[in-house]
Nanobody
């Protein structure tokens, strides 16, 4: 069992940056692959990024590739999402997720644990 708590969301102007953090409880964090998803009002939950348990492999959704960077520090039980060159269309609630069942890391249904989400709003 693991609990996830996101932080770092807020209001930022287009072109700005934010860094989201996801703090996890439990000693098993370092064995979990982790993902970030986002959901805008009226839209489906969208894959943003994922990282393997070791941090050696990372994956990104097409809409964030080249602008967002996912990383983790296992000794701190924390995963990060650095978001640069933000656009108004990045506005959404961002969720941290853990422990996907298989290799379809882009699929939210694969993940067993979720945080409560943090709001990111990008103004034009």
């Amino acid at each position: 069992q693991v609990q996830l708590v996101e932080s770092g969301g807020g209001l930022v102007q287009a072109g700005g940056s934010l860094r989201l953090s996801c703090a996890a409880s439990g000693r098993t964090f370092r064995t979990y692959s982790m993902g970030w998803f986002r959901q805008a009002p009226g839209k489906e939950r969208e894959f943003a990024a994922a990282i393997s348990w070791s941090g050696g492999s990372t994956y990104y959704g097409d809409s964030v590739k080249g602008r967002f960077t996912i990383s983790r520090v296992n000794t701190k039980n924390t995963v990060y999402l650095q978001m640069n060159s933000l656009k108004p269309e990045d506005t959404a609630v961002y969720y941290c997720a853990a422990d996907p069942s298989g290799s379809r890391w882009f699929n939210p249904n694969e993940y067993h644990y979720w945080g409560q989400g943090t709001q990111v709003t990008v103004s034009s």
